[in-house]
Each structure stands twice: as structure tokens, then as C-alpha cells.
């Protein structure tokens, strides 16, 4: 493929063109290697700097205060931590057994012919725009929940606490199931590759002694993978908390706890894009960047730690 | 192994259950891959049909008609996204392509990994937090400007370029490296002459699943280049710049139904441009990979 001459060749200017290229080139990647480390640090310290008044002013009281109050200028996190909490562990409910059930149908089960397109489906969920899902959750998936599920399910399972309740074309039901929509594609791929990285000798000797296919996921596959799942549904926890503009679009904005998971409620992400373009107070807009702390934290923590646990398994198939 | 009544019956039954438990959580599997395809098709084909009545070459030439009458089209917010996207791009892959190169030619392998894992927490902001952060870093002061929301986007981009350029530099076999150093080549010469062109094919599927991804973002958009005076097209990148997830997002909170068809219109462009990104950007790796595999 290559064609170069010796550099011997080459005049001797040339050549030390070239030896300084070397150091420019590494410069200048060393430079964007810096430039990423700044930006991470800049990121952080301008996020908490927006935060800086409600920080002071509100402390760690803000985590469990659940007053909203433009007039009054106070403001509190707990019904938006409350609704972030329950549309995320909703959506991760649905979709953990989902996505895993996915990953399992691609790596063990469909046959090589649906394989890819099957696969690439799934991967092409997670490319739809989060404005385009939360336009059809607005204006399809809503009204639909409303009019056909959502008596449905206030008629018979009405009796669980929080399933009771008014219908509503917004609220956290439509919120939930969009954020599931999210995750489905991020878990389903993890888990596929994490199946497929079980070595072929250890699933063919339980095929061997006699297991069913399930009986070889559960009890020789599963045990191998859980680490990585655990990973995978951290990352899926972390899409589903940060996720704004779809969830904005869908939840209603309410500025009350919802008493029902039909009534229309309010996330920290769904309340940052609603309200941080346009606020009466600077403790309000003050405010809204402390939800952008905590989000920016949540991502942190729950990103760095997959990918210790991912590391970790790697690391151990790595030695293998 | 049990012993419990007939060893024989029991054996029967029990492989029978077995048997039958497999069968079941096969069909629930298969069922799961079928319900998550099927979802895509639902909001496709609802996008797609929604869009139709509003789909009309008026809507890429036109603008927003006054008021909110019916007619008009989204072509002040094509061109946004398209100048946008342009920009951001032009940051984000420079930027991403020599960060691949320093953690591939350069970096001491734990430094590697710091930037790696850096990069994978940088992708996984929410998205709507970048916005704040360039609102705080730009917009503050100066107001808003379609750069500030190039910026942004370039942030979204370019943990994704820099990781799939990486990956894609380390599949370049050790002995095209080793044969521009043995030829005498500086490692610079040897990257440029000989790494990247091996490479580029993986770096350009990067960069359209990249922009892609970014056409579609709205929550970095939201507070940077969100508010402007009138619906005429602007190509002045340091004013705000109408976008199409930006029309998408406020028409489908406008109770007009005008509005909501163009929302789906809008939608649908975005869609297409999506999907058509994601899947050359696949075809395109596999056949990179499939060079790269020949050269070694």
C-alpha cells in the first residue's frame, strides 16, 4: 500500500521538517488531550457557578424542600427528585427485562437471518430524536393512554395506591413509558454484547449436560454477564434521569406532587428546559442550575461507576 | 436425582416441564425484539403519515407564515440546522480525530485509559446540563448566537467521533506502523501518510453517525440559540438561528393544528435524516472493517 522512500533519501530538510512535524503533531494532540481535561473542569465550574446563590442561600435543604414558589422566591427539589425517581425506576422496571430478553433473542436465539435487521432496529430506536418521541408522546401516545389504558387500568388496578386516580393525556404514565422507549436500545446492546462475550465452550458444555437454552442462560450465562447487566442498567438509570425535552413534552409541568401515576407531574431535567430560558428571579434561574448540579452529578457517579464494573470485567476476561 | 415416587414418572414430567419453561422464555424473548422493532415502526410510519398532508416543496422553500396562518414552510430552520451542524462539526472533528491520535500514537496506556473513561462520562451529561454550561460560558453577556449553539453540539459530538476514531485507529494492523517507522518515517509522517488514510473510511461513518445524532439534539439548542426577531433566513452565525428540533419542540406544544402538521413535517425531515445517517454510517464501518481486515 505504501510507497514511501527511505528517508535517507530525503533531502535533510526535509527530514527535519518531518522530525519537527513530530513534535508538532504530538503537541497538538496533546493539546485536545488538555482541551477535554479543561472543558470537564470548565463544565463543572460554571454549572456550580450559575448554582451559587441557591446553593448558599438554600444548602442541602433544597434536596428535601418541597416548596416551588416564584412569587415567594423559594425553592425546593423534592416533588421534581420524587418525579425523576419514579419515571426513571418505572421506565427501567419495563425496560430491564426487555432489553435483556432482546440482547438474549440477538445473541442466542433469532436466526442469523433476522439477526441484523432485528438488531439493527433496535439500534436505530435510540437515533430517533428525543423531540421527535416526545412530539408523538404528546400527540399520539397521550391522548391514547388517556382514552383506552388508563380507565383500564383505574378499573382494575385501582385498588394499588398509587394506580388510582383520574385519567390524563399528560403525566408521569406517558413520561415513563417514552423514557422506556430511551433505555430499551442503550440496555438491549450492552446485554447483546455482554451474552456474546460468554465463551462458546462454557454455554456448549451446560448445552452438553443436558440444560435447555434457558436453563444454559440462567444458570451458566447470567452469572457470567450480571456485573456487566448492572453496568448496563446504571447507564440506563443515567439516560432516563437526564433525559429533558421528550419528558418536558409529555409530563405536564405540574407544580404539584402527583398523587397518581396518571396525573401530570415534573422532573429536575423537564423542569431545567422549561423554565431556565425564561425566569422572573435570578434565585430562580439560580436554582434551576443547582438541578443541573444534581443532574451533572447523578451522570458522573453513575457513569464512572459502569465503567469500573466494565473495566473490572474486561479485565477478568482479559487474564481468562 | 430425586427420588421421590416414580423415578421414572417423575423424570418424564419434569423434563417435560423443563422443556416447556425453555420454550416459554424463548417465545417471551422473542416477543421483546418484536415489541422493541415494532415501536419503531409505530412512530415511524405515524411520523410519516402525519407529515404527508404538510410535506410539499413550499415547505423547504418558504418560511413560517405570519402569524401562524396556514402555508409556509421551515426553510429558516433547514438552514439553521444545516450552518449549525456545519460548525459544530468543524470543531468536533478535528477536535475528536487528535484525541484519537494521542491516546492511539501518544498517550502512556493508563493516561489512555483517564482519557477514555473521561470521554465515556462526558457522553453520558445529560445533554440539557451542556446547555446550561454553554448558557453560563457564552450566552451569559453576550446573548444568544447560533455559535453557542454550534458549541454545544460539538460537546455532544465529540465523545463520539473520538471514541469510534479510536477505535478505528487501533484496527490498523501493527505492521503498517512498524513498516513506516522500519522505512525510517517519523512517527508523525507515519500517521499522516500511512495511519489516517488506512483509517479515514471509520473516521468519515464517525463523524456521519455524529452529526446525526446532533442534527436531532434539542436540549443544548434550547437556551442558546432559541429566541430571534422575525422568520426570515439568517446565515449569520453570531445571531440565533431558527433549527429544526427547535420547531419540532415549541409547535408541538401549540394547540394549532397548522402548527402540529408541521411539527410532524419538521419531524419527519429529521427522521429521514437520521435514519439515513445511522444506516450508511453502519454499512460504511462494516465496510471499513472488512478493508482493514484485508490489508492485514
Redesign the interface.
Known amino acids: 500500500?505504501?510507497t514511501?522512500?527511505?528517508?535517507?533519501h530525503i533531502p535533510l530538510s526535509a527530514r527535519r521538517r518531518?522530525?519537527l512535524?513530530?513534535v508538532?503533531?504530538?503537541g497538538?494532540?496533546?493539546?485536545?488531550?488538555l482541551?477535554?481535561?479543561a472543558?470537564?473542569v470548565?463544565?463543572v465550574v460554571?454549572?456550580v457557578?450559575?448554582a451559587h446563590a441557591a446553593l448558599s442561600e438554600f444548602g442541602l435543604g433544597f434536596l428535601h424542600t418541597s416548596v416551588w414558589n416564584t412569587v415567594k422566591d423559594t425553592y425546593g427539589a423534592l416533588d421534581l427528585i420524587f418525579g425523576t425517581l419514579v419515571t426513571a425506576a418505572v421506565a427501567l422496571l419495563i425496560a430491564v427485562?426487555?432489553?435483556i430478553?432482546?440482547g438474549?433473542?440477538?445473541s442466542e436465539?433469532?436466526p442469523r437471518a433476522l439477526r441484523t435487521p432485528?438488531g439493527?432496529?433496535?439500534?436505530?430506536?435510540a437515533?430517533?430524536?428525543?423531540?421527535?418521541?416526545?412530539?408523538?408522546g404528546?400527540?399520539?401516545l397521550g391522548p391514547f393512554l388517556n382514552e383506552h389504558v388508563e380507565p383500564f387500568m383505574i378499573a382494575h388496578l385501582g385498588f394499588v395506591p398509587f394506580l388510582d386516580g383520574f385519567p390524563s393525556p399528560v403525566g408521569l404514565l406517558p413520561a415513563c413509558l417514552i423514557l422506556t422507549?430511551m433505555v430499551?436500545?442503550i440496555v438491549?446492546s450492552i446485554s447483546r454484547e455482554l451474552f456474546t462475550s460468554v465463551p462458546g465452550e462454557l454455554k456448549q458444555g451446560a448445552l452438553a449436560l443436558g440444560a435447555?437454552?434457558?436453563?444454559m442462560?440462567r444458570g451458566v450465562a447470567m452469572p457470567q454477564v450480571s456485573g456487566g447487566l448492572v453496568a448496563a442498567v446504571m447507564?440506563g438509570f443515567?439516560?432516563a434521569?437526564?433525559?429533558?425535552?421528550a419528558v418536558t413534552?409529555v409530563i405536564g409541568g405540574s407544580l404539584t406532587r402527583p398523587d397518581s401515576i396518571y396525573a401530570p407531574a415534573d422532573t429536575m431535567?423537564s423542569r431545567?428546559?422549561a423554565q431556565?430560558?425564561g425566569t422572573a428571579t435570578s434565585l430562580q434561574k439560580s436554582s434551576?442550575?443547582y438541578l443541573?448540579v444534581i443532574?451533572?452529578v447523578i451522570?458522573?457517579l453513575?457513569?464512572?461507576a459502569a465503567?469500573v464494573i466494565v473495566?473490572r470485567i474486561q479485565r477478568r476476561l482479559g487474564h481468562r | 436425582m430425586s427420588a421421590v415416587g416414580n423415578p421414572l414418572v417423575s423424570r418424564g414430567r419434569r423434563a417435560r416441564r423443563r422443556k416447556l419453561t425453555g420454550q416459554i422464555m424463548e417465545v417471551l424473548a422473542t416477543a421483546a425484539a418484536l415489541l422493541a422493532a415494532a415501536a419503531l415502526a409505530i412512530v415511524i410510519i405515524t411520523v410519516a403519515k402525519r407529515a404527508a398532508p404538510a410535506l410539499n416543496v413550499d415547505f423547504f422553500t418558504q418560511n413560517a407564515a405570519p402569524f401562524g396562518g396556514a402555508g409556509g414552510g421551515i426553510e429558516n430552520a433547514i438552514v439553521g440546522t444545516l450552518i449549525i451542524t456545519g460548525i459544530a462539526t468543524a470543531i468536533a472533528l478535528p477536535a475528536g480525530v487528535l484525541l484519537a491520535i494521542f491516546n492511539t500514537e501518544f498517550a502512556p496506556r493508563r493516561l489512555a485509559d483517564l482519557i477514555s473513561l473521561t470521554l465515556n462520562v462526558l457522553a453520558g451529561v445529560p445533554t440539557i446540563v451542556i446547555g446550561v454550561f454553554i448558557f453560563a460560558l457564552v450566552v451569559v453577556g453576550r446573548g444568544q448566537s447560533a455559535f453557542a449553539g454550534s458549541l454545544g453540539l460539538s460537546i455532544v459530538m465529540l465523545p463520539l467521533v473520538a471514541r469510534a476514531s479510536e477505535e478505528v485507529l487501533r484496527l490498523v494492523p501493527s505492521h503498517l506502523r512498524e513498516g513506516g517507522m522500519a522505512l525510517g518515517a517519523t512517527r508523525a509522517r507515519t500517521v499522516i501518510t500511512v495511519i489516517l488514510p488506512t483509517a479515514i473510511g471509520g473516521i468519515v461513518t464517525a463523524t456521519i453517525v455524529a452529526v446525526a445524532r446532533a442534527a436531532g439534539e434539542t436540549a443544548p439548542l434550547l437556551f442558546t440559540t432559541s429566541i430571534f426577531v422575525g422568520t426570515a433566513v439568517n446565515t449569520d452565525p453570531s445571531q440565533a438561528m431558527a433549527s429544526i428540533p427547535m420547531v419540532i419542540f415549541s409547535y408541538s406544544e401549540s394547540p394549532d393544528p397548522h402548527a402540529q402538521q408541521q411539527a410532524w413535517a419538521a419531524a419527519l425531515v429529521l427522521v429521514a435524516v437520521v435514519l439515513v445517517g445511522s444506516i450508511a454510517g453502519r454499512l460504511l464501518s462494516l465496510r471499513t472493517r472488512r478493508q482493514i481486515e484485508q490489508v492485514r
Request: no cysteine; glycine share 8%.
Open positions: 500500500m505504501t514511501e522512500t527511505p528517508t535517507s518531518w522530525r512535524g513530530d508538532l503533531l504530538q497538538i494532540a496533546g493539546a485536545a488531550a482541551g477535554l481535561a472543558l470537564m470548565l463544565l460554571e454549572v457557578g450559575q427485562p426487555l432489553a430478553a432482546i438474549l433473542f440477538l436465539l433469532a432485528v439493527t432496529m433496535v439500534e436505530l430506536l437515533a430517533i430524536p428525543s423531540v421527535v418521541l416526545g412530539l408523538w404528546i400527540l399520539v422507549l430499551v436500545p438491549a435447555t437454552r434457558w436453563e442462560v447507564l443515567g439516560r434521569v437526564g433525559e429533558a425535552i413534552q431535567a431545567l428546559a431556565y430560558a434551576l442550575a443541573a443532574l451533572l451522570s458522573l453513575t457513569n464512572v465503567q473495566r
